[in-house]
């Protein structure tokens, strides 16, 4: 029996998506993300211009005159989201935590899905994998993974996206759309990531929070790593501190999107202080631009 209080959750992210995806997202997901065949539907006669290699050499020679197969795009995709729960999604300085982004993305991209006729499945991962939920269809099936992703206590604390990708690929053997939702401050992934992308239509989607790029001058803070419990305190004040603290983040900044580009997958960037609809929407008109 699941509580009341968890079916209330579940439902005011379903009011708060639904919405969205009926008014916004539906036509953009069902242009940019395609089916993964061709199906035979009827044969045709044969004009001039007609790709030779659809000719239909059996009816051909029955009637005397050429035919082709006409195909349609079998749209029926697969759609598994790969959610990171480490501890570092409990952070947010914006009123949101990171993983509240989280949940609320994964719950447009999971409807939008459904509204297409998609199955979709779930992996939620840490330092191991947590919780794998198999693809299937249904407005019942997408209120079961919101439950996960909501209320889902992981055992772990860390991040190992390389080990997301990697059972990803022992359990969902045809090609699927991926979304994988991190905040990537993990490194170790390009390898799995760039498999996966050449295994998947895969879209990394790395969400934020301001305070990891920019601490504001309020003296001594006591900071603490949410995922190895490290805490220290420091004067963020300091004009040295603030200096070396820039550059790291920089510096990460660098290294990380050197990765993405060198895997070749799709990235979009969602901050917790700012709507993710307009990014998301942004990377939607912007793929479909690029795949005409």
Known sequence: ?????????VRR???????????VFSGEYHSVFKGR??????VREYHVGDDIRNIDWNVTARTGAPFVKVFDEERELTVMLVVDVSASGDFGSSGRMKGEVAVEIC????FSAITNNDKVGLIIFSDRIEKFVPPRKGRRHVLRVLRELLYFEPAGRGTDVAGALEYLARVVRRRAVTFVVS???AGGYRRALA?????????VIRISDPRERELPPVGYLDLEDAETGERLTVNVSDPAFRRAFDREVAE?????????????VDVVEIATDRPYVDRLMRFFR???????
């Not at 029996?1 to 959750?9: D, F, G, S």
């Not at 719950?107 to 999971?110: K, R, S």
């Not at 912007?286 to 005409?292: H, L, N, S, V």
Request: glycine residues 6%; charged residues 35%.
């Open 286 to 292: 912007e793929r479909a631009k690029r795949f005409r």
């Open 183 to 185: 905040d990537f401050i």
């Open 1 to 9: 029996m699941i509580p009341r209080e968890i079916l209330k959750q």
């Open 13 to 23: 992210v379903e009011i708060a998506t639904r919405g969205l995806v009926n008014e």
């Open 195 to 203: 498999v996966a992308g050449r295994r998947h239509d895969t879209v």
């Open 252 to 264: 990460a900044r660098e290294a990380r999107e050197r990765e993405f580009r060198q895997t070749g």
């Open 37 to 42: 065949g061709m199906n035979f539907a009827e």
């Open 107 to 110: 719950a447009v991209l999971a």
